[in-house]
């Protein structure tokens, strides 16, 4: 497999830790726990796979709707990812980022945040994308209220004005989308970087996706023929 066969950005869409748990006669966070060790999981082995940027999808902005005891418990879980397993992607070579809005994250949270990425900033091994408090029309509205306030002529606002002020404009769009859960949608997920990518919906659960499947995500990815419009 050459390297134009290997996607240089996965996102995944982390669909179906809930159900996953409750087919199990298990509590919703035992679903999400589980989900949350094959995070990493999978993401160290999509960037060991040469991919160099992976991204996950695994709070929106619509999430909040959830009840306050499930909503507290995941943030706990967020500070532990950012805390303890910090060292882990070091050891690992990744560069840790958190794609997203910090309107309403309590102060412990972004702290958290500030300090893993700063942590992992130098390291060179991929980048590992937690979208977190993230949705795609925010993000694009965010964008949009930077630009104005940057006071440029509306004349020169072009669609690449709006790459450079998304959240994390380094990260490039993404050229494949996994869907695990069923579901066939995007749900709000990177909706600018989304506009060329490749989609692959998954019926199994988050939970249980292996580093097998990433292999064959991305020998999917490779028979495909990517076009751009033309």
């Excluded at 070579?93 to 992992?120: H, W």
């Excluded at 795609?136 to 669609?159: F, H, L, R, W």
């Excluded at 996994?178 to 749900?187: A, D, F, N, P, W």
């Amino acid at each position: 497999m050459n390297d134009s066969s290997i996607p240089r950005h996965i996102g995944y869409i982390v669909d179906g830790n809930r159900r996953w748990a409750r087919e199990r006669d298990m509590a919703d966070f035992e679903g999400h726990l589980a989900g949350y060790k094959v995070l990493k999981e999978i993401g160290i082995e999509t960037l060991n796979q040469g991919v160099r940027f992976m991204s996950a999808y695994i709070w929106s902005t619509e999430n909040w709707n959830r009840s306050k005891q499930e909503a507290s418990k995941l943030m706990k879980l967020m500070v532990k990812v950012l805390t303890s397993d910090t060292p882990i992607f070091q050891k690992h070579n990744i560069a840790l980022k958190v794609i997203g809005s910090r309107q309403g994250l309590d102060e412990k949270v972004i702290k958290a945040i500030d300090k893993a990425e700063k942590v992992t900033a130098d390291n060179t091994g991929g980048t590992f994308a937690v979208c977190f408090n993230y949705g795609g029309q925010t993000e694009i509205a965010d964008a949009c209220k930077k630009i104005v306030q940057s006071g440029i002529d509306v004349e020169n606002i072009t669609p690449d004005t709006i790459s450079k002020n998304i959240y994390e404009p380094d990260i490039p769009p993404v050229d494949l989308i996994v869907r695990t859960g069923g579901e066939m949608r995007i749900s709000n997920f990177m909706l600018w970087r989304s506009a060329y990518s490749e989609l692959i919906f998954l019926k199994k659960y988050w939970p249980d996706m292996t580093k097998q499947d990433v292999t064959d995500i991305i020998k999917e990815y490779s028979n495909r023929s990517r076009r751009f419009g033309g």
